[in-house]
């Protein structure tokens, strides 16, 4: 059901503005790490707006299913982001199932964000498109059945109810449970944004294995607006997977808001040691990983069979 | 009043190509008035089948006497039988007029008589069987189907693979027709008549043996993996308009005769549902992997058939799981599930159908690997196998979405409040199901934009036509029915209702609606949403790169002369997913891969066989007509050794009975 008017006010701040400012905290974590200064925490901001007022260059070979990509991709995460509960407070609208049409938004964003890629005719933006699309063959599994253990725990099919203010309660008595399924929706988190160790955002051209290597022949608004959607994507598993690590009772709203968008930016810490601390696992290896996240998953739910 | 709208249609679709039995295979005037009768078929059938699904919720029927032995002629359209005929005729309609451009009498002077004929008559047959509620009457228009089916898979039988597949398809049929014959005895024994209806006790031994029966008989026409094995074949060599019929409609008889004899069954044991289930979940994940495997672009839609039938047994399964645990919610969105995949599979596959088919008519291949670039010649074909790529992969704004959402909303509702071994088969067949739809997106990425992106890999795709309107009008009918029922949901929820309380009688005043059960309002509403931002977003796009230069070619990281041999092809899109599914597919792989400082040409190639058929049954078949030639030296050929074996019968069946 829709909540109050400032709620929706709100949320939808939040899921507008603070997706670039996580990109702009792990590039932070990891500059701190590395004993560099960094790039400023607005740095993605700037990079959005300034790409969004370039002009554009279109290889002959694309249609315009080369265009579409970038706006599914902008139209489906932002859709998935009003539909997340963000720290406890309800989406825009809940209702039973409401994970699976997040879950499907991204996969239709998916989709078309690979179709653009093999539009440019390029071995490397279709090697990139395959990658993806294989891991995410493993990925969505993992997300569904994480999810089914949260359901199941608590009863409900949607999320906003699942992640609501009846989480610490929750938490007493599937703690164990939720431990596991955070890990795996951590994995999924992290193979779904194409972050380390999955894929390596910050290497450019050859290096690159999956997300970058698809939008290589995206250029200034469209490239704009691929840097803000898969900014959005990473705040929607952010919202989802801090509410799960941190189920704090809920103060008064501002409280509640300001606690939400905290543990959101303190996934995007996590991220930024995880990318830090770690190398990228070889392309091989990673299918054995998103394994794992599914196997966790399970466990999760195990755990449950009362 | 129904029922005799659609016996009227059934008898002229029968009739509709005979008229062109008598005019000269030169003239035009056969196929046309072929049609027109098929469309008159198609009005009188629809209508009544729609009327019967707005109208009548307990259906209408009508019954003569029949001289053959064992019952009378006994026509019954109830939900369940109207929702199946309002798809049998819309889709071979539209079938028929892509026909009159893909495959002209006049280019096709020796078999285009003999198709239409045979095209009138499945269609026929299949509505025939599904309206018959009588056993003998639908096994004749079981055999009438199987056989029309037959003779137009092998229309062009001077080729030798198509003669082979014809073969496969028939063997295959023939086994499946002699399960339902002892399916149908045992179900006469049962109940001591000829006629379909029920209640029947479920734990009578003879139930088990009419749900075995009936698992195998009717899961070799739908194609349940493992036993697929004519389909892959048979889709890839029949027209591609046959192709649409028969994975669009003619394999979901075989869902109906499962959906119609459980639905005879008020309180199955709860091992039915399990096995349905079961098998559903591997018919999804294996059909929709060999279907990545494929390089031939109407096998790998047939694969997906396999897959396809793998999520409405899913629906299946927990529907006779509901119904066995007395859990009404599961019934309707199980059921409704299942039902409504049914809908959406027969118009999106045979949409797919026809684009591949038009892709067909206009290069001279069914080989993906020499396809590519064909969005720009071919704009209106490329847009409608673009929506059937995004249906059949279950993504929202369209119709695959839909029903892939009421089942899994069953599997999640079994999940949370489910007893014991329920809650987690459903959370798995869930996973399943989230897998069988990531492996779909993956395939259908492959295959458009092998086939419409990028540039042409070969001659004869790069002079590719956009297809004849006949040929495009009846695609753009598939592809808005699709997202009709993707962004209005709601308009056919009733139907479905309808439909489980038709299946479950029994709970009929228990069974809540399904719009209460499945977020089926709020799903209009996200992707309305959906469809407004792209195509605001869109728009934006497109205003804001309108002075971009044109003519220059793809980046590639500095790249300066990419060429179309350099693309990623699909095998090499499937290349890891193949790996991952190596201990299933058995991929077989030639080439050497290049090595050295200076390397020499490589080369790679994979093909995926069919497990069961290549590895399986063909080399089982052989050992066995292997071992029976050892038995070879019984078959003389002498007179007085026949008469010897007549001579040790009799005496043994004397001493047999004697000792008795």
Redo the contacts between chains.
């Keep these: 059901m829709p909540g109050k008017l400032s709620d929706v006010l709100a949320h939808a701040v939040l899921v507008i503005t603070l997706p670039p400012l996580m990109l702009g905290v792990i590039n932070k974590t990891k500059a701190a790490f590395a004993g560099r200064v960094g790039p400023p925490l607005l740095q993605p901001y700037y990079d959005i707006i300034k790409l ?1 007022q370039k ?9 315009w ?1 080369f ?2 990509g ?3 991709g ?3 995460a ?2 998935a982001a009003v ?1 997340v509960p963000i720290g406890g407070r309800p989406g825009f ?1 809940a ?4 994970f ?2 997040v ?3 991204f ?2 964003g ?2 078309f964000t ?2 653009a ?11 990139g ?3 993806e ?2 891991f ?6 993992a ?3 994480g999810l ?1 253990a949260l ?2 725990a608590s ?3 949607s999320l906003s109810t699942m992640l609501g203010s009846g989480m610490p309660f929750v938490w007493t008595r599937a703690g164990a449970s939720f431990v596991l399924v955070a890990v795996a929706l951590f994995i999924v988190l992290l193979a779904e944004n194409s972050r380390i160790p999955v894929d390596d955002p910050n290497t450019h ?2 290096l690159t294995m999956i997300h970058e290597v698809m939008v ?2 995206h250029g ?3 490239l704009g ?1 691929i840097l803000y959607g898969a900014s959005v994507k990473l705040f929607v598993f952010a919202a989802v997977l801090a509410r799960l690590a941190l189920p704090v009772g809920i103060g008064p709203t501002w409280a509640a808001w300001g606690i939400a968008g905290l543990s959101v930016l303190a996934i995007a810490l996590l991220i930024g040691v995880v990318e830090s601390t770690m190398a990228r696992l070889r392309l091989t290896h990673i ?1 054995s990983l998103l394994v794992a996240a ?1 196997l966790l998953s ?1 466990f999760g ?2 755990l449950l ?1 009362r | 009043m129904n029922e005799w709208l659609v016996v009227g249609g059934i008898a002229v679709a029968a009739l509709s190509g005979v008229p062109g039995l008598f005019i000269a295979r030169q003239k035009a005037t056969g196929e046309r008035i072929a049609l027109a009768l098929l469309a008159i078929a198609t009005l009188a059938g629809a209508s009544g089948a729609a009327h019967a699904l707005v109208a009548s919720p307990h259906g209408s029927g009508l019954a003569f006497r029949w001289p053959v032995p064992g019952g009378a002629f006994r026509i019954y359209v109830d939900t369940l039988s109207a929702m199946f005929l309002l798809q049998i005729f819309v889709v071979s309609f539209l079938g028929a007029v892509y026909g009159l451009a893909y495959w002209k009498q006049s280019e096709h002077l020796d078999n285009g008589r003999k198709l239409r004929l045979f095209y009138g008559v499945l269609t026929a047959a299949m509505a025939l069987l599904v309206s018959a509620r009588n056993a003998l009457l639908f096994l004749a228009g079981w055999e009438i189907m199987a056989l029309a089916a037959f003779l137009l898979i092998t229309t062009v039988d001077q080729e030798k693979e198509v003669r082979e597949v014809g073969y496969i398809y028939l063997v295959a049929t023939r086994i499946g027709t002699l399960c339902l014959f002892a399916m149908f005895a045992a179900l006469f024994a049962l109940r001591g008549d000829w006629n379909l209806e029920g209640p029947l006790d479920a734990h009578h031994s003879l139930a088990v043996a009419v749900f075995l029966l009936g698992f195998v008989g009717f899961g070799l026409k739908a194609g349940v993996m493992p036993l697929h094995v004519w389909l892959p074949g048979a889709h890839a060599n029949a027209p591609s308009h046959i192709s649409a019929v028969m994975s669009g409609v003619l394999i979901k008889t075989g869902i109906y005769g499962l959906v119609r004899i459980t639905s005879l069954f008020p309180s199955p044991p709860m091992w039915w549902g399990g096995m349905v289930l079961g098998f559903g979940v591997a018919s999804g994940v294996l059909g929709v992997a060999f279907a990545i495997g494929q390089h031939d672009i109407k096998r790998l839609l047939a694969y997906h058939s396999v897959e396809n039938i793998g999520i409405i047994c899913i629906g299946l399964g927990l529907a006779l799981l509901g119904r066995a645990l007395w859990r009404p919610e599961l019934v309707v969105l199980g059921l409704g599930g299942a039902l409504l995949h049914v809908w959406n599979h027969g118009l999106f596959k045979s949409l797919l159908f026809l684009a591949a088919g038009s892709v067909i008519h206009a290069t001279g291949t069914r080989e993906i690997d020499l396809l590519g670039g064909l969005l720009k010649p071919m704009p209106r074909t490329g847009l409608a196998f673009l929506v059937g790529a995004t249906a059949i992969s279950g993504l929202p704004p369209l119709n695959g979405f839909i029903s892939e959402l009421l089942i899994y909303v069953g599997l999640f509702r079994a999940t949370t409040h489910g007893p014991g071994m329920l809650w987690m088969a459903a959370a798995l067949s869930a996973a399943g199901l989230a897998l069988i739809g990531a492996l779909a997106v993956a395939c259908f990425v492959k295959v458009f934009g092998a086939v419409f992106l990028g540039v042409a890999r070969s001659e004869s795709t790069a002079r590719a036509h956009e297809a004849d309107s006949r040929m495009v009008v009846p695609m753009g009918v598939l592809a808005l029915l699709c997202a009709f029922i993707g962004l209005a949901p709601l308009a056919v929820a009733p139907v479905l209702d309808r439909a489980a309380a038709t299946w479950a009688p029994e709970m009929s005043t228990l069974l809540s609606r399904s719009v209460v059960l499945a977020p089926l309002g709020w799903v209009t509403v996200v992707s309305l949403a959906l469809t407004a931002a792209a195509f605001l977003g869109g728009n934006w796009l497109a205003l804001r790169v309108r002075a971009a230069p044109a003519g220059v070619g793809t980046w590639d990281c500095g790249f300066a002369a990419p060429s179309a041999r350099m693309q990623y092809t699909s095998s090499s899109f499937a290349q890891m997913l193949v790996g991952m599914f190596g201990w299933a597919l058995r991929p077989t792989v030639h080439g050497q891969p290049p090595h050295g400082l200076f390397p020499s040409p490589g080369q790679f190639q994979s093909h995926v066989p069919d497990t069961v058929l290549d590895r399986l049954l063909v080399p089982g078949g052989r050992a066995t007509e292997r071992a029976f030639h050892r038995l070879r030296w019984l078959q003389r050929g002498s007179v007085h050794a026949y008469l010897v074996y007549i001579l040790a019968t009799l005496v043994w069946l004397l001493v047999w009975h004697g000792g008795r």
């Design positions: 969004l002009g554009s260059v279109f290889s002959r070979t694309t249609t299913v265009r579409a970038p706006v599914v902008v139209a489906t932002l859709l539909l609208v209702f039973d199932g409401d699976l049409v879950a499907y938004l996969g239709l998916r989709f690979m179709a890629a093999l539009d440019t005719g390029s071995a490397f933006e279709g090697m498109a395959a990658r699309a294989t995410a063959c493993l990925a969505e599994p997300f569904v059945l089914l359901a199941r009863g409900s099919l051209l050859e290589l022949d200034g608004p469209a607006l299918p599914c399970v739910l195990v069979v």
